[in-house]
């Protein structure tokens, strides 16, 4: 298994797992976004292979506002993470992480921070599992304010 920084290479196979994980977002929103990733300083994605076979990955980015629960910016963020169902239990996630983590350290960061939707147990198991720790529960709402006048 290898973990590897994202190039140009890497961005299709990517994309494909990134439709998988954001299934509201289009492969070429999502390509864009990572094209300007392989470029950014603030952001890195790193991809597992399995020889030719792409089966994860991370995305991490440095966030300089407001962090729940965290202290001085930055801090990492990891905006999202993607194992390939077949490739799952085999500590792929856990290296990815160990490569998010090693990442932010190299920015400076002394903490890494997540989020997972209120009804994704499966990813707040893992984020429990890896170490990080619940800081917050949050219910988020939107009006539309044409529509719903007061």
Same mark, same amino acid.
């Given at each position: 298994m290898d973990i590897l920084e994202m190039t140009p290479a890497d961005i299709p196979a990517v994309v494909n797992m990134a439709q998988i994980l954001y299934r509201e977002d289009d492969a070429p929103m999502l390509a864009k976004e990572f094209e300007e990733i392989v470029r950014s300083e603030t952001d890195a994605v790193y991809v597992a292979r399995q020889g030719d076979t792409y089966v994860g990955f991370i995305h991490m980015a440095l966030?300089?506002?407001y962090v729940e629960g965290a202290g001085e +910016? +930055?801090?990492?963020?990891m905006e999202g993470i993607y194992v390939d169902p077949d490739f799952r239990q085999q500590q792929i996630a856990r290296e990815l992480s160990r490569q998010g983590e090693k990442w932010a350290k190299e920015k400076g960061c002394t903490q890494v921070a997540s989020d997972a939707e209120i009804d994704n147990t499966v990813s707040q198991a893992f984020h429990q599992k890896i170490g990080f720790k619940e800081v917050n529960r949050l219910v988020c709402f939107l009006k539309d304010i044409d529509d719903a006048p007061l």
């Open positions: 966030r300089y506002e +910016p +930055p801090v990492a963020y």
